[in-house]
């Protein structure tokens, strides 16, 4: 008797798990622990619906795989059932060395270690319990495999698991900019001499695609408000850190937020993983809601402020912030609340955020002409492409409490 599971996903309807090896899989700890983290950070303080998590999108991520292999059968190109299994695993796996809230948190709970890294140490370890069966999915996933087209699948310029994120993000923060139509991009894609490519007759799809992706980082990811939550939530780890060296805040011995936050791991290794892997955005409410009332004002301010939905000001401009406001306002802040120059740096602060839409020096999205021809999507003779496609915006923010 044949195995058969199904999914019913909201985006994309009917997700079928036919391969004992993937259920197993997503019946991992590992994997479930997804449900606990959200895809989409702290958006859901400006979007209500954006609850959804990084086991959603992984799902939906895998069912775009099978489709767009499927795709490419029917365009003759070789794809053994082994392979396919690979790609399939490669992309359900590719987001589980995702942290509690995802990107926000990222640089702090695993110093100087990736998303992608933690994703392929984590896979390692679960290749070794399944006896090596996860082996050329590894290779997909680190771009060592031979046919690289796969991986292009998994991670690049065009990949399933950006199709799947626009639309479900799109989908549940009702921003229908982010639509797109991935349904025709996976009926435009094809191999040629190995790689992954797009029929001429998809180009406009693929204008389209890009744009959803810069409006998207704007309108939603980088939303000021998202923006100031998120750095929020950085400021409260922070400063519970510089308490914590301090000797003014306790961490239980075995309490796992405090080991990979407090402690210095100079170097993130397998030891860590089971106590990475089992935290998730849970452990970091229940550390902020405890923290609310910590003598300490800064740090039961910002606590105070997330929970509440109180946040600190942010202003986005195209111009640096000039050293004269920033000055002045800290001074004013300082004065208005007693504290010194160092807390009110957890308080007011000022950054910059990046958005390049296309970069044609990285991973090309490369169109295939009737007669041949293959062309870089920024070669391609289309205004709205040459005028903005591989042009960044860059904008300043400074980020401040007002009392």
Known sequence: MSFRKIINDPVHGFITISDPLIFQLISHPWFQRLRRINQ???????????????????????????NALYELRTKEIEITQAEEQAAKI???????GHGPFSHALESLLAKDVEHETLSLMIMKTLNEEMDGKLSMAIEVFKNTYHKKFLHQLVSGQLDVDRMDYLTRDSFYTGVIEGMIGYDRIIKMITVHDGELMV?????????????SRRLMYWQVYQHKTVLSAEM??????????????????TVEEDNRLGKLLFKEIVHFEKSHLAMFCDLDDSDILFSIKNWRTHPDPVLSLLCNALLNRDLLKLRLQSEPISIEEFTEKKAALEKKLSISAEDSSFLLFIGEAENSLYDPNNEKINMLFKDGRVRDISQVDTPLIHQNLSRPVKKFYICFYQA
């Open 40 to 66: 989409m950070a702290m958006s859901y303080l400006v979007y209500p619906g954006a609850v959804h998590s990084r086991l959603h999108h992984a799902l939906g991520a895998y069912h775009l795989m099978h």
């Open 199 to 211: 029929e001429e007759k998809g180009i406009y799809t693929i204008e389209e695609f890009l744009v």
């Open 232 to 249: 929020t939530l950085v400021k409260i780890l922070e400063r519970a850190k510089w308490l914590y060296l301090k000797n003014k805040l």
């Open 90 to 96: 490669a992309i359900l796996l590719h987001d589980i």
